[in-house]
């Protein structure tokens, strides 16, 4: 039997939200060197992370809509160049209320491009490959936190932290070529009905979605300081930390993809909870350096960031599969859940943000650690358990 090939355009679109996800933490591992450059605290300085999501969140379901109709390439191609000349700009921003808004519309520009490459995805692989292609462009995600945000942290170190934005710059670009020069023109699929939205069935698993990237998020903005005062480490080597979260994220997606297939619910999410509950501890433990100098810290940190992004990823499949299986597949379902996930790393980011600014650096892991219990707690009392034949 011959093995289907992925259509190769399908790497292109990858390219697309590996640019999307690298250029929304971009600055991460610089955080503390941007803002005293900035001439604020790190804690306001986060609030530029809060103002991408939120934007994104709160606009993307009314441009989703507003170019609905648009071919896939137009919007896609819209998408990138803006996120092209924002990232331009903040790279020569005079101050941080100009980079503050700058960061706020590259958001726009984020929930113009990342869901219209899955959209085209699905549309130019044939049904039999469908969800490989979808998956294949989420992994565009994943593989940011692998290479890009890494990377975008060892340019800052050598370079400054404008020079990242000029990186991020530079990816949208590739993608923004590739797009251009590979990618056929996709009509917009057609119209879709469905029926009303069952809410009180399905907010706990969006509260589940909401909660779980709320608590990674508190951690991986202000993954500098972390890394510093967990493992002593900073500059370039905190890209060493941030590619762990791309490690633990693959894991994570395999594990979760195959809990999917099994359609794992209730008890899946619940392990999931207390391995990132474990895994806040882990953080909290290492900024009271728990951990000898050096090395042991270092894996100590190492470890608890895996681990963090490992609970992520292996329960996010889970809840997409139960939120399709109940819904049919509606669209609005699966664009509200992508809303969900910006408000959540919003609410994550802003949260961690006031947890540095009133506590210090251990308080962060701490306030991750009580939205996951919060999850948890949720997940016990009101998740929804499988019925039996669906």
């Known amino acids: 039997m011959r093995t289907k090939i992925v259509n190769p355009r399908i790497f292109v679109l990858t390219m697309v939200t590996f640019a999307f ?5 971009i600055f991460a591992g610089l955080l503390e060197v941007m803002a005293a450059d900035l001439g604020v605290t790190t804690a306001v300085a986060g609030q530029l992370q809060t103002a991408f999501v939120l934007t994104s969140a709160l606009l993307g379901p009314f441009v989703a809509w507003a170019l609905g109709r648009a071919d896939r390439k137009v919007t896609i191609v819209l998408g990138l160049s803006l996120g092209l000349a924002l990232h331009l700009a903040c790279a020569f921003t005079p101050n941080f209320s100009a980079l503050f808004v700058l960061r706020a519309l590259a958001g726009l ?9 899955s959209v085209a995805a699905a549309q130019l692989a044939p049904p039999e490959r469908r969800g490989s292609a979808i998956a294949m462009v989420s992994g565009g995600m994943t593989l940011a936190f692998v290479l890009g945000i890494p ?31 590979f990618m056929p023109k996709v009509p917009a699929p057609p119209k879709r009905t469905g029926g009303r939205l069952q809410i009180p069935a399905l907010w706990p698993l969006y509260a589940t979605t909401f909660l779980t990237f709320a608590a990674n998020m508190t951690l991986n903005l202000y993954i500098a300081p972390i890394v510093r ?18 490690v633990g994220s693959i894991a994570g997606l395999w594990l979760g993809g195959r809990a999917a297939d099994r359609d794992a619910g209730k008890a ?5 909870f207390l391995i990132e509950a474990a895994a806040m501890s882990t953080h909290f433990a290492a900024t009271h350096h728990a951990a000898p100098p050096g090395l042991p810290s270092q894996l100590l940190v190492a470890f608890a960031i895996f681990l963090a992004a490992t609970a992520l990823f292996s329960i996010t499949p889970v809840i997409q599969n139960r939120l399709i299986r109940m819904t049919e597949g509606a669209p609005v379902a699966l664009a509200l859940n992508g809303s969900v996930i910006a408000m959540g790393q919003a609410l994550g980011s802003a949260l961690g943000g006031a947890a540095l600014a009133g506590f210090g650096v251990p308080a962060i892991p701490a306030a991750a650690l009580g939205m996951s219990l919060t999850g948890l707690l949720i997940l016990v009392m009101v998740f929804p358990k499988a019925r039996a034949g669906s």
């Open 268 to 272: 899946w999410m619940i392990q999931g």
């Open 109 to 117: 520009a984020g929930a113009i491009s990342g869901p219209s490459a």
């Open 151 to 181: 990377m975008g942290s060892v340019v800052g170190s050598v370079f400054g932290w404008r020079a990242t934005f000029l990186f991020a710059a530079l990816l949208s670009g590739v993608a923004l070529a590739g797009v251009l020069l």
């Open 21 to 25: 996800g690298s250029s929304a933490f």
């Open 229 to 246: 005062v967990g493992a002593g480490v900073t500059g370039a080597g905190v890209g060493a930390f941030q590619a762990m979260i791309g």
